[in-house]
């Protein structure tokens, strides 16, 4: 009883913020993503007789009290699918720092869904893995797809149709992003708990919502056109107006540092100069940066030296989860 997977991370470019479900955690919005080639989780689940509770081993270490809660209730959705009751041993691994917004919980919760299941003999469709994944992270139902993936917000409340699917795999179109790493701290405030708070309290919260489809068609017209200066100038849009709503909450919810506010302004500097290049920002300070491959290398040296990039991982669009032994994938 026992299995291994791998998830990429992706970086949403029609962003979602805010739930119409807190607990079957069911998006108030539609998103749309790129999955990334160069940044992944790897877990590996054993369900173990002898075992009288869950076990999490996050990059080597033991995880923390409310890491390893949030993945037992997790593995209880999977028991309960199951019929079984065993405890497990849970390793999961990310190339990448953890929980500074360079969304290690989509990874994470895709790659545990897959061994998790496999683990336990369930045989999950790809869009039940993607319910199932959504349950841990809503971004993580898009983690289980490759290339370019849309997560539908669906309508029923028991989640049903709340599930990612992919629009375009990963040799569709190669686009690339750099993500400017400006501090690796755990960010100050969840994403769970700031959604939270900005329904709550936001006075543009339902303009938020009711703005969402038009981005969504928008970006899906972009991608059928492989039009990059609309992918990009959506992006960005969806971007700041997501983090304008953070920031709108009260109190306030700002991600941002003071780099990151430099680096907007350096890309649109780059972009008036000719350079396609946009920024999208999570929650958390860092700054991806989408381009064209062409311009990829000439971005990278002029943000190496930037005052305040503390490192940066160039990738392209990335592949579905699979199961590390046997190399079967989500999309097969
Ligand atoms: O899935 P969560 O709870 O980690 O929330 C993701 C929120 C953003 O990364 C800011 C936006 C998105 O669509 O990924």
């Known amino acids: 009883m026992q299995a291994s997977a ?3 991370a992706n970086i949403a470019l029609v962003k979602y913020w805010g739930k119409r479900d807190a607990l079957l955690n069911l998006p108030a919005v539609g998103s749309i993503s790129m999955t990334l080639k160069d940044l992944f989780t790897q877990t590996r689940v054993e369900f ?4 009288t509770k869950d076990e999490l081993i996050l990059n080597g270490q033991p995880a923390e009290e409310l890491a390893t809660a949030r993945v037992s209730r997790f593995l209880d959705i999977i028991r309960r699918k199951a019929g079984i009751s065993r405890f497990a041993t849970v390793e999961s691994f990310n190339n990448f720092p953890t929980g500074a917004g360079l969304a290690s919980s989509a990874s994470g919760f895709a790659a545990l869904a897959l061994a998790g299941t496999a683990a336990a003999n369930l045989d999950l469709s790809p869009r039940e893995l993607s319910i199932l994944a959504r349950q841990g992270s809503g971004s993580a139902a898009r983690s289980v797809f490759g290339g370019f993936v849309e997560m539908k917000k669906g309508e029923s409340t028991d989640g049903s149709d709340a599930f990612a699917v992919q629009l375009y795999d990963e040799n569709y179109w190669q686009l690339d992003m750099l993500i400017l790493v400006t501090s690796e701290a755990p960010k100050a405030i969840g994403s769970t708990e700031g959604m939270t708070l900005t329904a709550k309290t936001s006075p543009y919260y339902s303009a938020w919502v009711q703005s969402s489809a038009d981005d969504l068609e928008k970006m899906r017209q972009a991608l ?9 100038e959506i992006s960005e849009f969806s971007c700041l107006k997501m983090h304008g709503l953070a920031i709108s909450a009260q109190p306030g919810i700002l991600y941002w540092n003071g ?6 302004h350096e890309v ?4 008036s100069q000719g350079t396609p290049a946009y920024v999208t920002i ?3 300070p860092q700054v991806k940066v989408l381009t064209l491959p062409e311009y990829s290398g000439a971005l990278v040296n002029r943000f190496i030296s930037f005052p305040g990039v503390q490192s940066i991982i160039h990738t392209t669009v990335g592949p579905s989860a699979r199961l590390a032994d046997g190399n079967k994938r989500v999309s097969d």
């Open 282 to 284: 999570d929650a958390g």
């Open 48 to 51: 173990r007789e002898k075992l």
């Open 6 to 8: 791998v998830a990429h």
């Open 224 to 232: 059928a056109a492989k039009d990059f200066e609309q992918v990009g």
């Open 268 to 271: 649109r500097r780059l972009r």
């Open 259 to 264: 780099v990151t506010v430099d680096l907007i």
